[in-house]
């Protein structure tokens, strides 16, 4: 089974007409997590006393972000993956 937004169930998804081409998400994704890990990574050093609360922030937005793809892509669960998105 094919998973992601280069499959033929998103592909035939009815989707906004500004909806971006598929190839987009991977790059989209990667940049985003990469730039929440520096900053994430930055405010840790900045504020050493909120070490603990940063990195459980960073480690629940981190499983919704990853529960978003599995719910939406792997399961084509639209409803949950909205509410993991949102």
Known sequence: ?????RTTWYLELNKAP???PSWVFGVA???I?????FYMTKLSFRYSF???KLIILYT???LLNVSWNFAFFNQ???L???CFGY
């Not at 089974?1 to 937004?5: D, T």
């Not at 997590?33 to 890990?37: A, T």
């Open 1 to 5: 089974m094919e998973n992601g937004p």
């Open 18 to 20: 500004w909806t971006p």
């Open 29 to 31: 994704w990667s940049v």
């Open 33 to 37: 997590m990469i730039l929440f890990s």
């Open 50 to 52: 909120l070490n603990r």
């Open 60 to 62: 629940f937005q981190w």
């Open 76 to 78: 084509h669960l639209i």
């Open 80 to 82: 949950i993956g909205f």
